[in-house]
């Protein structure tokens, strides 16, 4: 039997841009061991399986070539755009059954796919030399942000690491194996270095995401992160006179992968009270799997 999987751009700018995942569609009839296989083949970080669901509109597992996992961000906006560039969903809010729970998902008269993220938690700030350590770098390109490298989570916890220019953020190298020692002395994820210096006029911060602890040196397009970012922002008054509902990010250009992210967020006497992050996929090909 032969199944199709879709090829998709996660948040890419271009088909050359962004996360790549893969998508099946109709895939009530497989087995996990078979999901497992097809994501095996793809071998993309995450393969998306839509089936149907009597709990919600449609049920959706993710599987990466070793094991399924709870929810993936690119791998969701990949599945959603798919079903509306098929025309098997219109605009509007739908519910997914994931393997843990029920979230909803809204699709944008646009395209743009927004999916809910949780509250931020701000922790611990890290004290400056141990960044410098890691990337070997001054500390006046921290410094002169007057930002404070801080953990922050909507629902992984990451280190984020203002800089004063795109020129030092494009520079930066990580010794990686320091930066998994922070990492997991810190119980954090990865570093989301970021500056507010962009390459697009409507963008707001222009970043690089290192997670080498679970073998990302780095990524292209992270939407957690994102989210995230958006929140630290917020409290470090950096939005001030910016519409928070429509706030977009850069990643994933000093890799050749140029990526955006849509980020809103929802306020209320300066208290966040919602976070969204948004994205649109790229259908770039298909490929046919025989199981």
Known sequence: MKIKVY???????????????????NADFLTDNQKKSISRT?????????????????????FTPKDEVNLCGHATIAAYSLL??????????????????????????????????????????ILIKKITNIFNIPESII??????????STGLRDIF????????????????????????ETHTVGFHAFTLNTININSLAHCR??????????????????GALACYLFRNKTLKNINVNKLMFEQGY?????????VLLEE???????????????????????I
């Open 7 to 25: 090829l998709l751009s996660a948040f890419g700018v271009s088909k050359d841009g962004g996360n790549l995942a893969g998508v099946v569609l």
């Open 268 to 290: 209320k006497n300066e208290a966040i009270k919602r976070v969204r992050i948004g994205g649109k996929a790229i259908l770039f090909g298909e490929k046919e799997i025989e």
């Open 143 to 152: 410094l002169k942000t007057k930002l404070k490298s801080q953990i922050v």
């Open 254 to 262: 000093s890799m050749g992968k140029p990526s955006k992210i849509h």
């Open 42 to 62: 793809v071998n993309y970080s995450e393969t998306a399986f839509v089936s149907s669901s009597n709990k919600a509109d449609y049920k959706v597992a993710f």
């Open 84 to 125: 509306h560039q098929k025309h098997l969903l219109k605009s509007g809010v739908y519910k997914q059954e994931l393997k843990s729970e029920i979230l909803p998902i809204e699709i944008a008269d646009d395209g743009l796919i927004l999916m809910d993220q949780a509250l931020p938690i701000f922790s611990e700030e």
């Open 161 to 184: 690491l203002p800089i004063i220019n795109r020129e030092a953020l494009f520079n930066l190298k990580p010794d990686l194996n320091k930066m998994r020692a922070l990492n997991k």
């Open 209 to 226: 995401n290192f997670a080498p602890l679970y073998g990302i040196n780095e990524e292209a397009a992270t939407g957690s992160s994102s």
